[in-house]
Structure formats: C-alpha cells, structure tokens
C-alpha cells in the first residue's frame, strides 16, 4: 500500500506544481502551514498585539478559498477574502497585497478590526482592507468576507435594472440586494474603498444582507464561513448572468418569491459544492 | 508491445490521478469495478432487499455519465444521473449525495422505486431522488434519469417564452416540452422535490416526453439508455443557447417542423458522441 | 544535445498520450502514417478502386485540420473535414464515421465522388458524405471541405438577418453567403444531406461561393487547401458571434465594403495561424 | 533542499515544453536569452545600423507580453505588441511575422521608427509594423504597443454606439477613444495599416489617448511600459463587455465621471495583476 501511495503524491505534487502556487498546500498539506504573523515583533509602537497562530486549517482554506474564486472566474488578478481570526474575533486574516490565485500560507497576515497589521514587514497592503474590517466590526455574525470584481455582478451595479431572486441557487438575494454609491459617501473618488469613513459607509449600506453590489466596481458578499462567503460569490454572477439571459428573451419572468427565497436559504448548505472547489483549487 | 503498452498505462493514471476522482475506473478499469450496495446487510427493518450487484459495465457508464456531464457544463457542484438496475426494473442506482464529478464506482447506491436506499451505511443521500424513483415508476420505457441546472434552461424555465427545436440536435424537444411548477404541487416549498407527493407531481408533468424544465431550478431529462439521457441533457443547454442567440437578433426564426423533427428522432443515435465524451470522462 | 532531447520528446508523447487519440502523429510523426485505404481488396464488384497512397503529410494534416476544428469550438462530436486526393482529382479523403476529436491516420478512408468507400471494411460512413462527393464534383478548385454546427452560424442559419462581413477576418463572406433550405430540395427530411440528390442540391446552392449556411443546422466551408477551408470554418463563427455583438448594441453598424472585402481576400493567407492552430493540434 | 528543488524545476520544464514555445524562458530564465539583432551584419546597403543587444530582462517581458495576450484571448493567431529599445529610442523590438503564442527570445528583431529591420535575414514581418513605428515617432511617451483584434472591442468599432469608461478598471478610456476610419486615410484598402503613410494617419487620430479603435479591425493600446500596454488591452475588452452586458439589460447606465476617471488613472498600477499574468504566462 505505502509504494503505491508514495508515486501518487509525488504525482499530485508536480501536477500541481506546474499549475499553481499552492503547491505547498497540495503536497505538504497541514503540516506545512504556518501562520506568518505569529512570532511577530511589531516594529513600531502602533503595532496591536497578535491573538497567536490561528488555526492551520483556517489558513488553509483561506488560501483554497482565494484559489477557488479565481478558478470559478470570479476573481480575476484583482479581489480579496478574508476569514476573522479563530482565537479572537477582533483579528481577521488577510493575504498581503497579490493575486489571489497566487496566494500561499506564508501570504497571510494578521489584522485588527481598525485594518492595521500585525507585522507587516513591508509587505504590502489591499488598500480596500477596511471593506473587511468594517464589516467584522459591524457584523458580529459575519466569519468570512470576500470582495469581488465579477463581471456579470458589476454590469448590473451600473444599471436601473435590479439584480433579483431568479434560481433557488440566488435565493441569498431575496428581495433586493442594496448597491454602495461610492459618491454619496465620498464624492468623486479613485473608486477605492480606501479609509476607514469609506469602509464605515459601505458596512452601513451593507446593513445586516448577505451581499451588495459596488457601482462601477463589484460586489462584497459575507457569510458564516468561508463557504457562504465564497459559495455566495459564485452563485451571485451564476444568478446575475442568468437574469441576464431570460431578460434578453424579451418575455416576462417568474422570480423567486420572497417566502421560497426564505425556505431554501433556511436549508441552504455548502458543503457539497466545497468539497469538489477544494478538491480542485488543491489538485488543478 | 506489452513493454510499450505498461508506461502508456502508467502515464493515463497519473495524468487522471492528477485531475480526478474517477481515477480507479481510469488505472484499473472494469476489474475494480463493484457495486457498494451488493453485500449490504440492511441496518433497519425497513430497508428493502438488494436486486444483487449490477453490471460493473452499467455501474462504469453510470461514474462516466456523472463526468461528462460536469465536464459539458451542464452539471456545476449539483445535479444528478441515475440508471435502472439490470437485474431488477424495480430498482435504480446512483451515487451517494456528492458533487457529480468526484463521484466513483464504490459511490454508487441502489435504491428502491419509493427512494428508499438498500443500504445506506450513513451515507447522505440526494434530497431530490424522487425525482429519479417517480419517473422509473411511471414510465417503465426510461432507463436513466438527469436531473441538471444547466444555465440556459434555467434562464427559459422562468421566462414566458418558450424553448423551442430549433436545430437538429434538439430535435427530441418537440412540439414543446412541459414546464414544472413547484407552486401547483407544493405552494411556497424551498424549491426541492424532496418528497414522493412532488416527485409523483413532477413525473405526471413529464407524461411521456423526453424532459421537462423546472421553474427556477434546472431540467429532467430521460431516456431509454444513458447515452440518450445525457445526451439530450447536454443538447437542450445547446439548443436553449442557440434560440436566446437567434432571438437576440431580432429577426424572424424557422424553427423545426414538427415532422422534422419526428424523423431526426427516429434516426437519432447518440453512439458517435458518446464514445467522445465517454474518452473525454476516463483520461482528461 | 541527444541526451537532451530524449527526454524532450519522450515528454511530449506522455502529455499527447493523456489527452488524445493524435499520439501517433504527435510521437511519431510522419514516419508513422499510413493510408488505411491503400492495400484495400474491394470487398465487393461495385467498389471503385483506389488512387494509390496519399501523401503522408496530406493525412497528416487531414488529422490535424479534424483535431484542430474541435479545439477551436467548430466541431462538438460531430461534423466532417475531407480534403481531395493528391494524385487522383476523382477521389477524397476523409476519416470513417467517429468523432473528429478522435480521428488517427489509420481512421482516414478514400471515396470516389459518389461518395462510395474505396475499401469499408464494415467500418460506419458519415451519412453526409454527400456534401462532400457533390462539392468535389462540382467545384474543380476546391481541394477541401468542412460540415460543421458551429454555434453562431445555427443561429444566423434560422433568423431573416442575414450575416454579413463585418470584420476583415470575415472578407470571405463578400455580398453575402447563401443558405440551403432543405425543405426546398427534400420536404419534410431527417435534416441530412444523406443522398447524392441532396447532397447535389446543396452544391448547387453553394455556387461558386466559398462558404453557405444550412438552416437549422449548420454551415459548410470550402478552400482550395485544408488550411483555407479550416481557416473559414473558424472565422465565420468569429464573425457570426461579433455581427450578434454589435447588433445587440442596437445602433447602426459599418459593415465591409465589398471593395474592402475583395481587396482583404486577395492577398488572404493562413499560413501564421496554421502553424499555430497545428502546434496546438499535436502537443495540446 | 537542493535534491527537492532540482525534480521541481525539472518539472516546470517538462510541463512548460509541452504546451508553449516558451520553453526555453521557462527552462533556463534569463542566461538563455539573447537579442537575435544584435550581431546583425546588414545584408542590403540600406539596414540601418543596430542599436546593440537590448536587455535579456526586456526581451523576456516582450515574449512574456506575446504569450499573456494570447491567453487572455485578446491576441487569437494574429496581433503583435512591440516595446522601444532600451538602449536607443529611435529603436523598437518586435517579433518576427508569426503566432504571437509561439514567439521565443529568438524570434525577437530590432526596428528603426520608419519600421525597416535592422536584420531581417529572410524573415517575414508584420505588415502593420507601421502602426508601431509610426506611434513610437509620435509619441515620446510612449515605449510599449500593442494592436490587437479582441471580439467585443471589434464589435464597439463597427458601432455607432461609443465605447466608454465603465468600471474602474477601464477607466484610462476617460471621455471616450477615437476610432480609425481607413477609409478617411487610405479609401477602399485590405484593411491593413500596411504603409508609412497609413501608419502616420493612426497615430494622428490616436493623438494623445491610451488606445484607440480601428473599424471593423481592431484596436491598438499604448503605454509607458509593458504591464501597462497590456493591462489596457486585457481590460478595453473586459470593458467593452461589461458595457455590452449592462446596454442589453435595457436600464439606464451610470458611467464613470472623467473626475473619476482621471483619479483611478492617477493610481493605476499593473504590477499585481503582471505577476499573475507573467506566473501563468512561463509556467503554464
């Protein structure tokens, strides 16, 4: 048994190799991970305090997750997720500023609610952390946050035409999903949620939905868990694109009523889905 | 020949290992092919007895059905194939509740026409195979069953504008195909057919056609063997894709006659296609 | 240096060998081809008899137009490419009746342009081989032909829009391409040009064109050498898809001038994607 | 740890080799590469004298460039980007007339501003090198080109309906792009900016914008490096579709404000997005 196992994980260790920068994650698995923040010395005064090493297969799903988004197209080079800390739920854990699909273990840095890293030694920063932090601080219930760019998502951001409850898969939307003006809470900007007023403002339009659009920029969907979050993510450009189609056939269309939308999200479950995401963000 | 054929072996199975869960089908082929159900010891009084293990072929075709349809697009992480027993029309086979493409031969359940699992073992199971048992138990003339949410359809299955055969490929669609409505069978359900009251609802919706679409949710598609359930699964996302195309264009369409399509019908063989896909399934 | 490139393309053959049927081709090279058609003993009174062996490089490059027309989206798992026989104009090659994805040289079989096998050997015949013998017949200039379902072009072959040439990559089209209503030809039909009556009547709607449109259910392409032929059969969907782009902007649209179109086509050459799309063919 | 890095690269190698032309960047990095000018004995009286070898570092980067283009499918078979000579500005360098996927360091030639080869020993070359040329002339500014046939951006230039800056990520369209008539320059031409003169009126209508459309062609992007050229090919088309998109949900559209416009290009940096692109570009 051992001989036979031992050329299949070396196989899957240069298949993935070739592919991608998780290969530490696919060929080491748990043992390897380490979280990078947690011998820190913070190297000047401001610097909070770290909650210790989180969870390795916390940090390891954070990477899968960022890996997913940009396997299932809803990141491209640009996008975020975050998952808040295990040990203390004033900490969430981020990746340094790079593309998502080229996040590893060693990427994941550690930050308090106000967005400041624990130990950053120079590495740098998403400038739109604050969506984040924001949304922990204001959102006891929220585990996971990710921010997107999907394509079909941001074209219904830009129009008078609502994203809407179409399939059981978007059922998350009920009623309406709120939109975040960029403008109303900063004038003419560069369209980055970049200070902790922008991120404030954009955490109130959130309120207590699962997701909203960004005008002429994205989306942010929450959850939970880095499931919901990430499933919410796939599924919100699988149900804008689909609205997208039937509206184009011209007839007039059957949305989801609020009371359906209720029940399936009450029974909603990603496991199913996780499992084959994260076979493919660890094997592809 | 036998020194050139051994690495070409080796090669396919590392190249499957590498991708895939069906890799046992791929590396080792019929020979580890077993039905999970076939020694199953009932747990409870009330579990029903096994029809005895199915054909190792029918269980093959039934793991690479589950793959090509994930691999054509039609299935994401959801949806389900079953097949009828060859041993037993009172019986159907199909996987424990998975994604479709990481499902394997020791997957593989059999259950009875109420859905009702041989033997279980904790597995869970697919909350909509009524679906599957209700259409076995109505029309003793299908032999598999898919049920998908394949984004075109879906976008047709809420508009009032109806599918249509359009080209030859969707020749089996007809003069029309029935739309199943959850609302008339259930009310305000959360959009499942998870028992056997909406899985009798939804077969008599079918009556005697090759599929129907369900409002908000995806398609059924049946058929006298695998290849033709499948392969009408795939042909009707073709199909829906090509009239939303046609339509888009704002012109006048010619749809088929329905004489036309009566006689693409009675040609129809899936047999060119299938061994494509089937190659497709087991080494990519 | 010869140590070097053993591994090379021992390599080579191993990634060929996982995703296609090509590895001959692609390991061997021409060295290995051979026209199956060539040795055959008629196996009945009426079977023509043969030209003698095609070029190597013609099948070579037979197989490679099949494998490159699926990987460009023209071909799903059906459809035909054939090209003319180098050393007799009353002859053609083209493979038996399987899915163009999979074709090897040993699966390229010669017909006279009755469309009769030269050597069957029980092997199955594309029923459409028609279009191709009638083509042949009636167009001296033509040395290859293409029957393909490429998904924009089904579309524009059902609407009353017409496609027109749009891009520079679409100049073949000129005024405007001709679509062969089988209706006229044979009423109510199964869709196939399945006779040598058809297959005549859809030459004469051809014309001196260099490509046509067939209601509900595709297109053929013609050149006078396989990369021509291939190359339209690419570029038709190309421009199909970007002619339904633009009117779904809903403003006026500059088409080509058929000055422009001439002048574009006469000094056409596809040599520089050729050589891609083959390297594609072989190594992919 | 040098017994376990050496099988890796070794690796990336194999699986580079079996995909790309790129090898030898990917194999042996930067020590392989080599300016194929540099040595250059002018074969005519009329070569213009070479400049010298440019930088490995930014011959990698142009052949980095030809590969990211091709799999983002903004570049099909055809394209080309250039980058002004770093050791001269009166020097451009430039591949070759072939598939910009299969460009090597080799293949890499060096050009004056009137786009002669400095030696072209028997090469082919583009013949739209004017527009390249004539930019570089133009445009102090400017040190990367590219021109391109990407499908949506194609279908805004046959329209009378503009292009315009939608999200973020398209927002160096700013007011708006001017689009080139050939016609206006050339009348009833093949289409293609094949002369000096031809190549003088494009870079006349380009003026001093970003990138511009060609009708019924193309487009071309300009920028002050590289990353920057090719991020805003990827991202015209990425625009031109989100604009299609939210156009056809019939709504109104809320387009950047040119304040806003201005303020995300005062930021604008592609480094995150190269490093992606780059990763995939030699690796995959």
């Known amino acids: 048994m051992k001989s036979t196992m031992r050329p299949m994980v070396r196989v899957l260790c ?5 592919r991608s920068a998780v290969l530490v994650v696919a060929c080491f698995g748990a043992a390897g991970l380490w979280v990078a923040a947690q011998s820190a010395a913070p190297s000047t005064g401001r610097a909070p305090a770290s909650a210790g090493p989180a ?7 954070l990477v899968v997750a ?40 060693e990427d994941i840095m550690e930050f308090d609610l106000d967005s400041n890293p624990i130990d950053a030694r120079g590495r740098p920063l998403y ?30 951001s830009v129009s008078s035409v609502p994203l809407r409850a179409l399939a059981h898969s978007g059922a ?13 809470a900063g004038g003419m900007t560069d369209m980055l949620v970049s ?18 659009l960004m005008r002429g920029h994205g989306a942010v969907t929450v959850g939970p868990n880095l499931p919901h979050a990430v499933g919410r993510s796939i599924y919100l450009e699988v149900n804008a694109k689909l609205q997208a189609q ?10 989801l009523d609020p009371e359906e939308a209720r029940k399936v999200e ?3 479950d990603y496991g199913r889905p996780w499992e084959l995401w994260r076979r493919k963000a660890l094997f592809k």
Chains 1, 2, 3, 4 share one sequence.
């Open 55 to 61: 969870d390795p297969k916390l940090i390891e799903d």
């Open 195 to 212: 200070s902790l007023a922008l991120g404030r403002a954009l955490a109130q339009t959130l309120g207590d939905k699962p997701a909203l």
């Open 266 to 268: 009450a029974r909603r």
């Open 14 to 18: 240069q298949a993935t190799a070739t």
């Open 127 to 156: 400038k739109e952390r604050f969506i984040h932090g924001e949304i922990y601080k204001a959102r006891p219930d929220v585990v996971a946050v990710v921010h997107n760019h999907s394509p079909f998502v941001v074209s219904f």
């Open 66 to 105: 960022n890996r997913i988004l940009a396997i299932e197209g809803v990141f491209d080079a640009m996008g975020q997720v975050s998952v808040r800390h295990d040990r203390d739920p004033t900490r969430y854990l981020m990746a340094y500023a790079r593309a998502p699909e080229l996040v590893t273990p």
């Open 246 to 255: 039937a509206m184009a056939l011209g007839g007039t269309i059957t949305y």
């Open 172 to 184: 998350f939307i009920g009623d309406r999903l709120p939109t975040f003006e960029i403008r109303g």
